[in-house]
């Protein structure tokens, strides 16, 4: 399995959910069933030299975007198995001085 090295700008973006199934009933009463945790999401920037951005879009593309998971150690964590979310990635280039593309990771359970 690949491994991403990449180091994303300080700013990112976490996300945590919680599967709950709501059963509303006509009498206004509901049931709720917690269906465990959803997977660990991460919104991550770069930028950089546009050679350096260049080889992120390259690892985007060897791994056909969404389609295969690779290794990835998120901000203050340890390694895990992720994918990125989007099957479509946008990078910016500014001139030859820099570049910045954004990509948001997703935990394989």
């Known amino acids: 399995m690949a491994t991403f090295t990449a180091t994303p700008l300080y700013a990112y973006q976490r996300g945590i959910n919680h599967n709950v199934l709501v059963t509303e009933f006509e009498s206004g009463k509901e049931q709720r069933k917690y269906l465990g945790v959803r997977a660990r999401t991460w919104t991550v920037g770069f930028r950089d030299t546009p050679a350096a951005i260049k ?24 390694a895990i198995s992720v994918r ?26």
């Open 84 to 109: 990125f979310e989007e099957g479509s990635m946008t990078v910016n280039y500014y001139g030859t001085h820099y570049a910045e593309c954004e990509v948001t990771m997703r935990e394989i359970l």
């Open 55 to 78: 080889a992120i879009e390259d690892f985007y593309n060897d791994r056909k975007g969404s389609f295969e998971a690779f290794t990835w150690t998120p901000p203050g964590g340890s």
